[in-house]
């Protein structure tokens, strides 16, 4: 009731002719075109390798120092690791011990 053409399981319809053809078939019988999905292979695009390296941010910092820099407490200005006193203010580096001045 509900199909327009019983069709047996798996027959093909051809695009060009309108011919019912058998699951079989690989070509339309009347006209010798292509199963239409059958032959011609779906390109997969997905070239795009999805790849999720965990913690592929862990060695970027929030800000990039030099290596041994240090913020005075005092001005907040950034002094160099050579750098024993705040260039700005001379305030003491921050965990020199007083002996080391
Ligand atoms: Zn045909
Ligand atoms: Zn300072």
């Keep these: 009731f509900g199909d327009k053409f ?4 798996d027959s093909w319809e051809c695009l060009v002719c309108c011919v019912l053809n058998k ?3 690989s070509k ?4 010798m075109s292509e ?7 779906v ?3 997905n070239t795009t390798p999805v790849s999720m390296p965990s913690g592929g941010f862990l060695g970027l910092d929030k800000f990039k120092k030099p ?5 005075c407490e005092v001005c ?3 002094n160099k ?9 001379e305030s003491a580096k921050p965990g020199t011990k007083s002996e080391f001045i």
């Design 6 to 9: 019983k069709k047996p399981k």
């Design 23 to 25: 699951a079989e078939d």
């Design 28 to 31: 339309c019988v009347a006209c």
């Design 35 to 41: 199963k239409p999905g059958g032959s011609v292979p």
């Design 43 to 45: 390109p997969c695009n």
């Design 67 to 71: 290596e041994g820099s240090w913020d």
């Design 76 to 78: 907040l200005v950034q």
């Design 81 to 89: 690791a050579e750098d024993t006193k705040c260039v700005a203010c």
